[in-house]
């Protein structure tokens, strides 16, 4: 059955620093998320993308955060300069198009990032 | 702003009887609505959903039921089993003009404990 997948499973970094997560969407999916679970706390919408560009994005997703789809697989999130509270799970979601069928959102196992 | 609730942090049952898990919401414009069943360290794995034109899903053991007057809806089990013991989480979409982000607000879960 596909699924998505994320690299890396963990991450730990210094505060300031770069992070890219990776995702490996369902390969016929167009629609493209990525949401946060701090620990203790609900799982938040960051962003979507679909066709090359975003076509939403929360509060939290600011100048520091951005998403790129670089080829026909791979969908990324930048943090540009990580601060100690940007220290959450990271999941990635795929969906294919949509109809009432099929608004499902089908989600990875997370990446864990730990800012120290 | 809890827009999806879900009043119930934890939840513990028997062996064979069934779980009842209820969800609330707010946003009028929520037409989508799903369950998913998260083990720790692990991603969200969708179980099911329903659109606000049906009012009950049902798949196998799992029966998820809307009310929209009453903006609930609820997950029945049956019968449970130790294997789903895990964190339940309810999401709920709403469809926009013009295009269809369907970004999902999750609640913040509850543990349900299937114990033999």
Request: hydrophobic residues 30%; neutral net charge; charged residues 20%.
């Amino acid at each position: 059955e596909p699924e998505v997948t994320q690299t890396p499973s963990h991450q730990v970094t210094q505060m300031g620093q770069e992070v890219i997560l990776r995702c490996v969407p369902i390969s016929n999916h167009l629609y493209f998320y990525w949401y946060r679970q701090i620990l203790g706390q609900k799982v938040e919408f960051l962003v979507s993308f679909y066709n090359n560009e975003i076509s939403e994005k929360s509060e939290i997703f600011d100048d520091q955060f951005s998403v790129e789809r670089p080829d026909g697989s791979n969908f990324t999130l930048k943090i540009r300069s990580t601060k100690l509270e940007d220290s959450a799970m990271y999941f990635c979601a795929s969906r294919s198009f949509p109809t009432s069928a099929s608004e499902t959102q089908y989600f990875g196992p997370g990446t864990r990032l730990l800012v120290l | 702003d809890q827009q999806v609730k879900q009043n119930s942090p934890s939840l513990s049952v028997q062996e064979g009887r069934i779980s009842i898990l209820n969800c609330d919401y707010t946003n009028s414009m929520f037409d989508y609505f799903l369950w998913y069943k998260k083990y720790p360290a692990e991603g969200p794995t969708f179980l099911i959903s329903i659109s606000s034109i049906k009012d009950k899903n049902e798949d196998g053991r799992f029966t998820v039921f809307l009310n929209k007057s009453a903006k609930h809806l609820s997950l029945h089990i049956v019968p449970s089993q130790p294997g789903d013991s895990a964190v339940y989480f309810c999401a709920a979409s709403a469809s926009h003009s013009g295009g269809s982000n369907y970004k999902l607000t999750f609640g913040k879960g509850t543990l349900l404990t299937v114990n033999p």
